[in-house]
């Protein structure tokens, strides 16, 4: 059964600190890896998506990583803001090569609290 | 570009009455799925449309919650009668994605419809 699991289940950390958060999972066969940011009371938003080939993956203060040997992914923010407050959530798409299925696992989430 | 509409975002009703929930993906989307996230976890799937087609519904409560996408487009969500545990947020997405198509399934979310069931 295709499962992602996601840890820390909640995070408290004081502005300006850096945190990674994580996810493994046991998706096959593999296409992408997305995190997404779910703010209270709106819909998740896609941060990075990586595929197989990809190790890193930028995207402001969020970087990525994948390891597609022991199925991890790592959600590193820096220099943390108040609005990074959210929940972040690990999606993996079933698929082959850059192609999506279409079917999707998700984690459980992580909830990111940055007190001032 | 307009982004998934979402209607309504709240409804409040006492369990045993329906309730119905719409929803427009963006235009050109093929792929709408709905989701129901209860408070503190990951959003789960209820159903998958591929144009008007349902690709996948294996964890749609059939007996009470039933939904449809005429002529491949909006969607509504209908649960008839409601249960307490049925509160959550129904989340409704689209996707680009068509078949022999090569895309990475990116989901573009609506803002959700909160359920509370009294």
């Known amino acids: 059964k295709n499962q992602v699991e996601q840890s820390p289940q909640s995070l408290i950390i004081l502005e300006g600190k850096n945190c990674t958060l994580q996810?493994?999972?046991?998706?096959?066969?593999?296409?992408?890896l997305r995190w997404y940011k779910q703010d209270t009371g709106r819909g998740p938003v896609s941060l990075t998506i990586?595929?197989?080939?990809?190790n890193t993956k930028s995207n402001g203060r969020y970087t990525a990583t994948l390891d597609a040997d022991t199925k991890q992914s790592s959600l590193h923010i820096t220099a943390s803001q108040l609005s990074d407050s959210a929940s972040y959530i690990c999606?993996?798409?079933?698929?082959?090569?850059?192609?999506?299925?279409?079917?999707?696992?998700f984690g459980q989430g992580t909830i990111l609290t940055v007190h001032p | 570009e307009a982004g998934v509409a979402q209607s309504p975002r709240y409804k409040i009703i006492e369990k045993r009455q329906s309730v119905a929930f719409w929803c427009n993906p963006i235009?050109?989307?093929?792929?709408l799925y709905w989701y129901q996230q209860i408070l503190g976890q990951g959003p789960k799937l209820l159903i998958q449309?591929?144009?008007?087609?349902?690709?996948?519904d294996s964890q749609l409560p059939k007996d009470r919650f039933s939904a449809e996408r005429l002529k491949g487009v909006d969607s509504t969500l209908k649960i008839q009668p409601a249960k307490l545990e049925d509160s959550a947020v129904y989340l409704c997405?689209?996707?680009?994605?068509?078949?022999?198509?090569?895309?990475?399934?990116?989901?573009?979310f609506g803002e959700g419809s909160r359920l509370t069931v009294l």
């Open positions: 997405a689209s996707s680009l994605r068509l078949a022999g198509v090569q895309n990475t399934g990116e989901l573009f």
């Open positions: 996810c493994n999972y046991t998706v096959s066969p593999f296409s992408n």
């Open positions: 990586m595929t197989f080939s990809e």
């Open positions: 999606v993996v798409s079933e698929g082959a090569g850059g192609t999506s299925y279409g079917k999707l696992t």
């Open positions: 235009s050109g989307h093929a792929t």
């Open positions: 449309f591929q144009n008007n087609g349902v690709v996948d």
